[in-house]
Structure formats: structure tokens, C-alpha cells
């Protein structure tokens, strides 16, 4: 049994929250200069230098690389030898939130209500997802998710007799018909199976594999590599301009899920792809 | 691919001149206005009320700024996707607006009524937010302040980057752009 202070997870997500909207994971400047290089479209390769330098300045002068800083998306894995103590859990990350949005000067962008849409001005609730897994550690995973990309993102029921070929077509209109919206070059997650909740829930989740990595599932490999291919030759290019790269990556996930349902799930990260973890 | 320096208010004389992918530099006021403060100002007009500031000629900017630092003009300002003020886009060019800048394309009536106007739509670089906050040298709250990130601001720029995406002749840079490197095979 290993003892927690809720404070130390506060003390983690504030940081979370700024490093994630300053700082650009190395994986994805090298994916932002290989696009660059492939590029033809001038007016293409403009906006790649633009977003290169706005990354720089971000890093250098704490400045959110977008001004969308997003909602606070949080993936607890909690070891189930662990025990909190000093306050409950989700409070201190939404804590955490409070402290890292008010101290990095982040924009508070949460609306109480979808109706009423009233700001809860710091920026809380986060959104929350906690599982249990073996051992004594906390791994937090943080996602700012802004809503230029996130409200590019769906789940449908496809059925069964869509298959392989009728996942790639739908994913690839759905890409088509999203077009500049999400600020491409994006990071796309496609996941298949579960439920219709569970579906949504593994696609956000695999918006934190590093850029270039595969799916371990051979069939999900193939998958990846085809939409990208399928997505690139869209030409929608960065910003919706036309050019040569429209998504830097796709993660595809699956799950298991019922003999008559085909769920998938499509998540869309734009192209500063943030996100940071931190494990106590 | 044209680089054009515009100065606000602008008229027809400036707008007509421009083509789609010209890159453009504007100096001189911009007012930033997103969902709530369209709604709000169409209801503030439609009650009579005097506008917070001169519409015609007007240059307005989708955005909702991340708060600022001490002794910072302005922090990350990058647009907000535009096609959430679709809705009001008909309104603010009957009110003399010229110029709206954002990202992400806008319906087909809103191009249309760009072409009746003649207005242009403009858009920022996505997420280039800390980079066009460079390009603000002024930051003045005139209305709506309660609304905090999506409050009306008198924004005082110079040389502002943004790209033509929709000219007074209903062309559309996301049409063209996209049908040009839509292909087999990368040439490289």
C-alpha cells in the first residue's frame, strides 16, 4: 500500500497543463520539417514556416502555441496498491487544472452548460477518465483538446458487412468533408469495436502514440498505412490551401465488440497534437 | 502569389484588387467578434442600439485571445474556425463589414454574399497563434467585456499575415488548392 498525496497530483496536472501548450514533442517538429520538405505548394510551405516559428516562440516565451487551449482531457491510470489521502482525487485535478490555466495565463474556454454557455472562467471541469491497473504508481495523461479539431471528430455505427474497404471509405469522406476545419496537418485516430462509448474513448486515447509508430495489430497497420496514403492524396494540404500533407499520422485501435455492430470512432488532433504525461 | 498591404477601413478599391492565395498585410484596426459577441451585437442593433464601433469599412477577426501576461499587448491569438459565424456573416456585410478573417471554409452563401458586397474572407494561419500575436501592437476591450476571451476588442495592427481564401468573385482557395494537388502520386 503506497500513500498519495492528492496535492502532488495537483502539483503534476498544473504542470501538465502548461508544458503541454508551450512545449512541442520532438516527434512532431521532426514530422512538421519532413512535410515542409515534401511540400510544392509555396503558399503550402509558408504556412509550415509559420507554424515551425510560432512553436519556437511558444517554447521560448511561455506563450500557447494556439490560443485554443483546450479543454483538459485527463487519462488516470491509478495502480490499485495506491491510496489517496488529503482530498479526492478528481478534485485535486481539477485543482491541478484551476492552478495551471490561472498561473500559464491559458485561455478558459468551458461553458457550464452546452445551452446556457455560461464560462466557469478557470477553465474546470476537466474531463476525467480513470482506470485501475496493477501496482503502486499514478501515470497521468494530459490533452488539451481545443474545439476546432475535436468538433471535427464522430462515432457511427457501421454494421459488420462494412468491413475493411467501408471503414477506409468512411473515414476517408469524413476527412474529405472536414477539409481546413480541423487545421491540417492533422493527427487522425480511427478506432473500431467496443460500444458506442468505448469507441470514442479508445480513439482519444490513441491520440498519444508517438508520430511514426504502428499499431501492433496487423490488420490496424495496414489500415493506418492506407488512410494516410488515402487522406494524403485529398490534397487539402496545410490549412485547407492544397498541398502535399493534409495528416502527419493515424492511429488505428480496435477492441472487441458485438457480432452485429461495427462501432468506429474518428478523433481528430490538429496539428500541434499536444499532449504530456507525468507519473507519480 | 501577390503580397498586399492593406490599410483599415478598407473599400471596394482594396478589396477588388484581391485574388485567392495573395498573401495580404493589413495595419491598421481590426475588431475581433465569435459567437457570442455576433449575437449579441445583431441583438444590441436590432434593439436600436448605436454599434460599439463603425462597422462600415470594418475588418473583423475570429478570435477569442488567451488572457494576457503583465506588460504583454496581447497573448496567442490564432483564429477560430469560421464557419460557426455563418449565420451572421449576411448581416455584418449589410452593415458595411469588408473583410473577415478566421479559418476554415464558409458556406456557399456566404461566398455568395462576399461576391454581392464585395468583401473578401481572409484566413490566419491555425495555430500560429503566439506568431500573429506579434503582429498586435494595440488591445482595447469595447464591449461585451463580460464575456471575456469572446469579449469585442479594437485590435491595432501591423503588417497582420493572413491569406486570400474567398475574393469578391466567389472563388475559393479551398476548392482550387485542394483539386491541384489532389493526386495519384507525390511528384517528389
Known amino acids: ?280 | 502569389m501577390a503580397i498586399v498591404k492593406l490599410t483599415t477601413p478598407l473599400k471596394t478599391e482594396d478589396t477588388e484588387k484581391l485574388k485567392i492565395g495573395d498573401k495580404v498585410l493589413i495595419s491598421g484596426e481590426i475588431y475581433t467578434a465569435r459567437d457570442l459577441a455576433h449575437k449579441q451585437l445583431l441583438e444590441l442593433i436590432d434593439a436600436g442600439e448605436k454599434a460599439p464601433f463603425n462597422i462600415e469599412g470594418s475588418v473583423i477577426y475570429y478570435v477569442g485571445p488567451a488572457p494576457s501576461k503583465p506588460g504583454q499587448v496581447i497573448n496567442s491569438c490564432g483564429p477560430t474556425t469560421s464557419y460557426r459565424m455563418d449565420p451572421y456573416t449576411g448581416r455584418m456585410l449589410e452593415l458595411g463589414a469588408k473583410a473577415f478573417i478566421g479559418k476554415g471554409n464558409r458556406s456557399p452563401e456566404v461566398i455568395e454574399d462576399l461576391k454581392k458586397y464585395k468583401a473578401v474572407y481572409l484566413a490566419a494561419t491555425g495555430g500560429a497563434a503566439a506568431l500573429i500575436a506579434k503582429a498586435v501592437k494595440g488591445n482595447e476591450t469595447i464591449a461585451f467585456e463580460e464575456l471575456g476571451a469572446e469579449a469585442i476588442r479594437r485590435l491595432k495592427v501591423e503588417d497582420f499575415p493572413a491569406t486570400v481564401v474567398n475574393d469578391i468573385n466567389g472563388n475559393d482557395l479551398y476548392q482550387e488548392g485542394m483539386q491541384q494537388y489532389a493526386r495519384g502520386e507525390y511528384a517528389k
Not at chain 1, 62 to 74: E, N, R, Y
Not at chain 1, 159 to 165: D, F, I, M, N, Q
Open chain 1, 1 to 280: 500500500m503506497r500513500e498519495i498525496d492528492v496535492g502532488l497530483v495537483t502539483e503534476a496536472v498544473a504542470k501538465l497543463c502548461q508544458d503541454a501548450n508551450f512545449i512541442t514533442e520532438p516527434d512532431l517538429t521532426k514530422a512538421l520539417k519532413d512535410a515542409l520538405e515534401k511540400e510544392e505548394s509555396p503558399t503550402a510551405k509558408e504556412i509550415l514556416k509559420e507554424i515551425l516559428e510560432n512553436n519556437e516562440i511558444a517554447d521560448k516565451e511561455k506563450m500557447p502555441q494556439c490560443q485554443d487551449t483546450g479543454l483538459a482531457v485527463v487519462f488516470l491510470e491509478v495502480g490499485q496498491d495506491v491510496h489517496f489521502t488529503g482530498g479526492g482525487l478528481n478534485d485535486a485535478v481539477n485543482e491541478g487544472v484551476r492552478k495551471g490555466y490561472g498561473e500559464g495565463y491559458l485561455r478558459k474556454s468551458a461553458v457550464e452548460h452546452p445551452l446556457r454557455r455560461v464560462n466557469t472562467k478557470d477553465n474546470t471541469p476537466a474531463i476525467i477518465h480513470t482506470d485501475i491497473v496493477p501496482g503502486d504508481k499514478v501515470r497521468i495523461r494530459f490533452a488539451p483538446k481545443g474545439g476546432g479539431s475535436e468538433n471535427m471528430s464522430t462515432v457511427t455505427m457501421l454494421t459488420p458487412a462494412h468491413g475493411y474497404e467501408g471503414v477506409k471509405k468512411f473515414v476517408i469522406d469524413w476527412m474529405k468533408k472536414a477539409g481546413a476545419n480541423p487545421c491540417p496537418p492533422t493527427v487522425v485516430s480511427v478506432a473500431m469495436g467496443g460500444t458506442f462509448e468505448q469507441t470514442a474513448l479508445l480513439a482519444k486515447k490513441a491520440l498519444f502514440r508517438k508520430i511514426g509508430s504502428k499499431a501492433e495489430d496487423e490488420i490496424n497497420a495496414r489500415l493506418e498505412e492506407e488512410l494516410l496514403e488515402e487522406i494524403n492524396k485529398l490534397g487539402i494540404g496545410p490549412q485547407g490551401v492544397g498541398g502535399r500533407t493534409t495528416a502527419l499520422a493515424v492511429f488505428v485501435d480496435s477492441f472487441p465488440c458485438h457480432l452485429a455492430s461495427l462501432p468506429v470512432a474518428i478523433n481528430v488532433q490538429c496539428h500541434q497534437a499536444r499532449h504530456k504525461e507525468a507519473v507519480i
